[in-house]
């Protein structure tokens, strides 16, 4: 009998909230256009870093912690002269197992972030103006990593509850970037 991983479970089962959020970020091929998708980011990704400060970290995830990149995008829209939008997305489960399906999203974020990153750089940005935050992220790829093995590990786990905390940090990303 062949067990699937929970990565692949919760990649399976969030895809079409994984394709509405790539759908809803689209593509920046100007500074303007780059600039939206900055104040989109940060209204999703700061809520989400800034409760992170008060969780109580479960012992499966060990001295791991993920990667926060709000202070780079806050120099990032500084670097730009872009304000950043004071609208609040819905808040995300960050308890129990929905924890393990917050940080699923946030961290996976990395793999998308490379690719980005290449468009930043495309019309003028870089890891050291503008882009920061998508530097660290696409760096973070041992992070990454090191999530997903501790992921397989945990027990007990509950997957609903994961696949909860996952839906969930999708739809605050869509909402962020206008989708509904």
């Known amino acids: 009998m062949q ?9 399976e089962r ?27 980011i940060a209204a ?22 993920p990667a926060r ?7 990032d829209l500084a670097d730009l002269g872009i304000r950043p939008d004071a609208s609040r997305p819905q808040q995300v ?18 793999l998308g972030a490379r690719l980005l990153l ?5 019309i003028g940005l870089s890891a050291g103006f ?4 998508l530097a660290l992220l696409g760096s973070n790829i041992d992070g990454w990593r090191g999530f997903l093995a501790r992921l397989e590990q945990v027990e007990p786990f509950d997957l609903e509850m994961a696949l909860e905390g996952s839906l ?10 206008g989708a509904t």
């Open 3 to 11: 067990i699937t991983s929970r990565r692949w479970l919760l990649r």
């Open 14 to 40: 969030t895809a079409e909230a994984h394709a509405a959020v790539d759908a809803a970020i689209g593509g920046f091929h100007d500074l303007p256009s780059y600039g939206n998708y900055l104040r989109a």
């Open 44 to 65: 999703f990704r700061r809520p989400i870093e800034d409760r992170l400060n008060s969780v109580a970290w479960p012992e499966a995830l060990l001295d791991w912690r």
């Open 69 to 75: 990149v709000s202070e780079a995008i806050a120099a």
């Open 93 to 110: 489960p960050l308890e129990g197992d929905s924890l393990f399906g917050t940080l699923y999203v946030l961290e996976g974020s990395a």
């Open 118 to 122: 290449a468009r930043a750089e495309s």
């Open 130 to 133: 503008g882009a920061r935050h």
């Open 168 to 177: 969930a940090t999708f739809h605050s990303a869509r909402l962020a970037f």
